[in-house]
C-alpha cells in the first residue's frame, strides 16, 4: 500500500483555509484571520507560491495609512486533480476533478454486463485509464465509491449484492495499477459527503443522506466529519426492520426495508402487471391508480419508520433524499412520509430538521469521491 501522510501541517491548513474560502486575500489579512504572525505566514504563503497551489493575482488596495499595495493571493484548484468514480449496480460514472470539484473529464459505463471480479476490476481500471488526461504526478489520489460494504482502512470491499462479489481488494489493485493513492467506500456513504461539500448539506454538521434507487442507503455526517462505523458498515438502513411480525418469518435477497422500499422490490411487483409499467410510471400515476397508490403508500410509510428513528437517535441537521428514485420523485415521497413523521416524531425534535432534494444528483458520489480524497491526504474541505 502506498505510505500516506497529510500534506499540510496544522498551521499550514489554517492559511491554505483562509486563502480558499476568502478567493483573494492578503498576506496582511491572513496573518490577521489566523492569528498568526506576518513573518510566518509569508514564509508559508511563498511555500505554496513555489509549489503552486497558491498564486499572486493582482495588487490590492493601499490601507487608509497609504503604503504599499498589499498583493491579493488566490488558491489554483488546478494545482492538483482527483479521480472519482461511482461504481453503480447498472452504470459507472467516472470524473477527472480539479481541486474545487470542477470536472475536466467525465466517462459512464454500463455495469450490467459485470458478472466475476476480474470484469469488475477491468472495468474500475477502464474508467480510470479514460478521464486521467493529465500526468499522474499532477493525481493527488483516486477515490472510489462501490454499491457494497467496505472496509475503509484496507479497502477490501466485504460484499457487492448487486454483482454478487465478496472480498475483493479493489484498492490493492488500482494503486498497483496506477501507483497513486486509493480510497474505497461504500457509494452512498460517500454521496453524503458529496452533498456536504458542494450539495444540499453545504454548512450543516450533521448529516442524514438516504439514497433510494435499485436498493437503499445512507450516509452519514456526524459533527463534519463521515462516520462509516467501526467495521465501514455504517448506513446500511435496508436491513432496518419496519414490522417485525411479518418480517420474523421471512428471508430476503436484500434487506428488509428495501423489501418494501426499493427499485429492486418494485420491480418485482410490477412484472406481474399487464405490460409491466416501470417505476418512474408507477410514481406517476399513484394518484390515478388504486394498487400504485397502496404500493407507493405503504412503501414510504415503511420508509418514514426508518427516518423517523434516525432522527430520534442521531437529531440531524438535515435529511437529503436522493438515489435515482429519490431525486426525481423526491416531492411525492416527502408528502407521504411528513404525515407519519407528524405523528410519530415529537415537533419539537422534528421542527429543528430539514428536508431537502440531494443537488447533485448522479454526480453526487464521484464528488464526494473527490472530496474523500482531498480529506485523506490534503487537507479539510
Given amino acids: 500500500m502506498i505510505p500516506l501522510s497529510r500534506c499540510l501541517r496544522e498551521t499550514e491548513e489554517k492559511i491554505m483555509r483562509i486563502v480558499r474560502d476568502e478567493g483573494l486575500v492578503s498576506r ?16 508559508i504563503v511563498n511555500n505554496f507560491i513555489s509549489q503552486g497551489s497558491v498564486v499572486e493575482v493582482k495588487e490590492g488596495k493601499s490601507s487608509n495609512r497609504g503604503g504599499k499595495k498589499p498583493m491579493l493571493l488566490s488558491f489554483v484548484p488546478t494545482y492538483k486533480y482527483v479521480v472519482g468514480v461511482d461504481v453503480g449496480g447498472n452504470k459507472l460514472i467516472s470524473i477527472l476533478s480539479d481541486l474545487d470539484g470542477n470536472i475536466v473529464e467525465k466517462v459512464r459505463f454500463s455495469t450490467k454486463s459485470i458478472s466475476n471480479e476480474k470484469t469488475f476490476l477491468e472495468t474500475v481500471e477502464m474508467a480510470i485509464s479514460q478521464v486521467m488526461k493529465v500526468p499522474v504526478s499532477k493525481v493527488m489520489g483516486i477515490g472510489l465509491g462501490v454499491p457494497g460494504t467496505v472496509d475503509p482502512e ?42 456536504l461539500w458542494a450539495g444540499a448539506a453545504k454548512g450543516c454538521r450533521n448529516v442524514f443522506l438516504t439514497a433510494l434507487g435499485t436498493g437503499t442507503g445512507a450516509g452519514l455526517i456526524i459533527n463534519n466529519e463521515l462516520y462509516e462505523g467501526s467495521s465501514g ?7 432496518m426492520i419496519t414490522d417485525w411480525s411479518r418480517e420474523k418469518n421471512l428471508s430476503f435477497v436484500f434487506g428488509s426495508l428495501e423489501s418494501w422500499f426499493s427499485g429492486y422490490a418494485f420491480e418485482k411487483l410490477l412484472s406481474e402487471f399487464e405490460n409491466e409499467p416501470s417505476v418512474a410510471q408507477m410514481f406517476d400515476h399513484s394518484d390515478t391508480n388504486p394498487r400504485f397508490r397502496e404500493i407507493v403508500t405503504v412503501a414510504c410509510e415503511h420508509l418514514s419508520v426508518v427516518i423517523a428513528n434516525v432522527i430520534t437517535l442521531l437529531d440531524p441537521d438535515v435529511v437529503v433524499i436522493t438515489g435515482g428514485i429519490g431525486y ?35 454526480l453526487g458520489v464521484s464528488l464526494g469521491a473527490v472530496c474523500n480524497v482531498q480529506r485523506k491526504v490534503f487537507m479539510e474541505v
Fill in 28 to 43: 496582511a489579512d491572513i496573518a490577521r484571520k489566523s492569528g498568526l504572525s506576518k513573518p510566518v505566514v509569508s514564509v
Fill in 154 to 195: 484496507s479497502g477490501l470491499i466485504f460484499y457487492m449484492p448487486a454483482f454478487g462479489l465478496r472480498k475483493v481488494n479493489l484498492r490493492h489493485y488500482i494503486e498497483k495499477r496506477f501507483e497513486v493513492p486509493t480510497f474505497v467506500s461504500n457509494d452512498v456513504t460517500l454521496n453524503a459527503l458529496g452533498e
Fill in 233 to 239: 458498515v455504517a448506513g446500511e438502513i435496508g436491513y
Fill in 328 to 362: 426525481n420523485q423526491y416531492d411525492r415521497i416527502v408528502s407521504l412520509i411528513m404525515p407519519v413523521l407528524k405523528r410519530t416524531v415529537p415537533p419539537e425534535i422534528l421542527e429543528r430538521v430539514t428536508f431537502k432534494r440531494g443537488e447533485l444528483g448522479e
